[in-house]
């Protein structure tokens, strides 16, 4: 049974441009999380996903980020006109429809932006 | 917000127990959560306990819950190498996501 699988591990970005990052779930799996790791520092929520909908975007921020969970494929969180402050770690986790159900981490996209 | 916190190092020297603290400040939450981060890695669960529990075993880990001062702590029984990572404490919050603390980076004296 796969794990989480994010790709890409590494994405290097020029100011501006936009970057796209793919989740896969665990099979099995029907809740998708997504979080932030700045460099030395915790992991802060972003968004909460089933398929088609989004149940928590608290930790977004207002502008340029989205994330979908379409019915078929991968979760895509996208950043539109990337800075250098986005440059962080992305993980996305995955759990069952359980209430409380523990969080599986994928590795993680490292994004830089240049 | 956020409300779980935790020392941000501990050395402990090779054979030593580590415990590794946090407290958080919502009560309603029912699980709590301790997990490992390796450098360059993703964040793998170690652990959880139920917040009705007040300890859990697992091998070399231990798990206590004081629910009345809401402090949660990890204890590693004959801390080696391999143990240095970061470990990171969580409680489930509303619509199931986890809050985590900063994080307590290990490290391990020869």
């Known amino acids: 049974n796969a794990g989480v699988m994010q790709n890409p591990r590494h994405l290097v970005r020029r100011r501006g441009q936009e970057a796209r990052l793919r989740c896969s779930p665990m099979?099995?799996?029907?809740?998708v999380y997504w979080y932030r790791q700045l460099p030395e520092e915790g992991l802060k929520f972003m968004v909460y996903?089933?398929?088609?909908?989004?149940?928590?975007e608290s930790g977004m921020p207002k502008e340029r980020f989205s994330a979908e969970f379409p019915k078929e494929g991968p979760s895509i969180l996208r950043i539109q006109q990337v800075v250098r402050g986005d440059s962080a770690a992305y993980f996305c986790?995955?759990?069952?429809?359980?209430?409380?159900?523990?969080?599986?981490f994928g590795n993680g996209t490292r994004l830089t932006v240049t | 917000g956020e409300d779980v916190e935790q020392s941000l190092f501990l050395s402990v020297r090779e054979g030593d127990s580590s415990v590794i603290n946090c407290t958080y400040t919502?009560?309603?939450?029912?699980?709590l959560y301790w997990y490992k981060q390796e450098p360059g890695a993703g964040l793998q669960l170690l652990t959880y306990?139920?917040?009705?529990?007040d300890m859990k075993q697992d091998q070399r880990l231990t798990v206590l819950l004081n629910k009345k001062d809401k402090h949660l702590s990890l204890r590693i029984a004959d801390t080696q190498t391999g143990d240095s990572a970061i470990y990171f404490c969580?409680?489930?919050?509303?619509?199931?996501?986890?809050?985590f603390g900063s994080g307590t980076r290990l490290s391990i004296r020869p």
């Open positions: 986790a995955s759990s069952t429809v359980d209430r409380d159900s523990p969080l599986h």
């Open positions: 099979k099995g799996h029907s809740h």
């Open positions: 996903l089933q398929k088609e909908n989004i149940i928590d």
């Open positions: 919502d009560s309603s939450s029912t699980y």
């Open positions: 306990i139920f917040s009705n529990m």
């Open positions: 969580g409680r489930g919050g509303s619509a199931s996501k986890i809050i």
